[in-house]
């Protein structure tokens, strides 16, 4: 039964997924507001996926409106469906990313910023990126940790990704993401956190199998700024650190 719901819902999400993908790269030639058919397109395929998963979500707190800088704590690919269900904007991701065969292509198309946290040179290239997806209204996440975990700690933020918010004197948004899944079900930092070394279909397959998980976010109540990129690190980290909720 389980390989059976899993085998139904990777289907639905690769034909969601291409499909929505196709209309946005079609009518984008004809809707002269590319970045609200963007914003469009990304809410169609974050609904479209949460739907699929079997996603709920429960939001503490208030989320901000954009233009915003958000930082949060890094679990799963999943994070990124979860937050752009509550909040409006675009996401800062590795520049590792962009290579992925055809999902860099729809990451990069759906307003993704990419960093390549080993080159220094890179990194003011991307700050202004962010400060061009700020200034034409979008929010921004980032996920400072620089990689997913298993969901035990928040671990240290690495302060690069921060550079450019603590030269602007940007006021940065904090929020806390975790999951569960109902008694009796796999654990969710085996089926919805994604740190082990396994391909990302093998894991979606895993998350497919479950009857559904619950993420749970938490938003900061007060924006935080500092012109010192590695004392914003360590404050957002221990901000994120006091919200967050370890994955059982």
């Known amino acids: ?10 289907v639905l ?8 993908y196709g209309v946005w ?22 609904s479209a996926f949460t739907r699929i998963s079997k996603m709920t979500i429960e939001v503490v707190g208030s989320p901000p409106n954009p233009p915003f800088f958000l930082v949060t704590n890094h679990l799963s690919y999943t994070d990124m469906a979860a937050i752009r269900a509550v909040v409006k904007g675009v996401f800062v991701a590795k ?19 990419f960093i390549d946290r080993k080159n220094r040179r890179d990194i003011p290239r991307a700050g202004e990126l962010i400060i061009e997806r700020l200034d034409a ?11 997913s975990t298993k969901g035990e700690e928040v671990l240290p933020f690495n302060s690069s990704f ?11 948004h904090y929020a806390a993401i975790t999951y569960s899944t109902p008694p009796g079900e796999m654990p969710a930092h085996i089926a919805a956190c994604w740190w082990e070394d396994i391909s990302f279909f093998a894991h979606l397959w895993r998350l497919f199998k479950v ?6 976010i938490t938003f900061g109540e007060t924006p935080i700024k500092n012109a010192d990129r590695k ?5 957002l980290r221990d901000h994120v650190a006091e919200k967050f909720v370890p994955v059982d």
């Open 25 to 46: 790269f079609v009518l984008r030639i004809f809707i002269p507001n590319k970045i609200y058919w963007r914003q469009v397109i990304f809410a169609a395929w974050t």
């Open 162 to 172: 921060l550079e450019f918010a603590a030269r602007k004197d940007i006021a940065v």
């Open 1 to 10: 039964m389980r390989n059976l719901r899993a085998a139904i819902r990777m």
């Open 211 to 216: 009857t559904g998980y619950t993420a749970t």
């Open 13 to 20: 999400f690769v034909t969601s997924t291409l499909g929505i």
């Open 231 to 235: 004392l914003l690190a360590g404050e």
């Open 95 to 113: 520049a590792e990313v962009e290579t992925w065969p055809l999902a860099g292509r729809i990451c990069r198309d759906m307003g993704t910023v």
């Open 137 to 147: 209204g979008e929010g921004v996440v980032v996920f400072p940790e620089g990689t």
